[in-house]
């Protein structure tokens, strides 16, 4: 009995750790982990922030920040041109890690499920040769049941001729 035990522990364990390591593919094209529970419908305590504009080509910083102390355990961010597809790409830093989507780095999430009450991520902008808009959508995990689908913010991408 107890080697039984032992081998449906062993069976158990890696389905329970398999998200500690950031977002399953499974959750790019809807930005749902696959937990079974849906998400809140109130306004949620981890926010996203980007700057308004970036130059073409050109590194941001993005930031997903809790609240009033509230903290979380997991996200994934997308960056959508005109929600056609995935635009520009990730670079993991610290709490994040890439994730490949639909492009290679088109997507950012957590790379274990420790507490964070903030985390920045570094996303560079296409170099395209026109001015467009990029929205950010994200998906923040609070706990196993508590999951919040963010509000959405664009960004807008500028071309300057002036420039190279």
Known sequence: MFRY???LL???????HCYSSGAPPGACHNLMPGHGYEPQQVQSPVTLSAPATVPRGSTIKLTLKGDSGNNFLGFIVRA??????SSGHFEGILDSQTLTCDSPDDSATHF????KDQVEIHWTAPNYYYTTNVTFKST?????STIFLNQPINVQVLYDPSLP
């Open 140 to 144: 923040v995990v609070i706990n196993y």
């Open 112 to 115: 274990s499920n420790s507490i």
């Open 10 to 16: 062993g069976l158990i364990v890696p389905l329970v």
């Open 5 to 7: 035990s032992l081998i």
């Open 80 to 85: 959508y041109e005109d929600n056609l597809g």
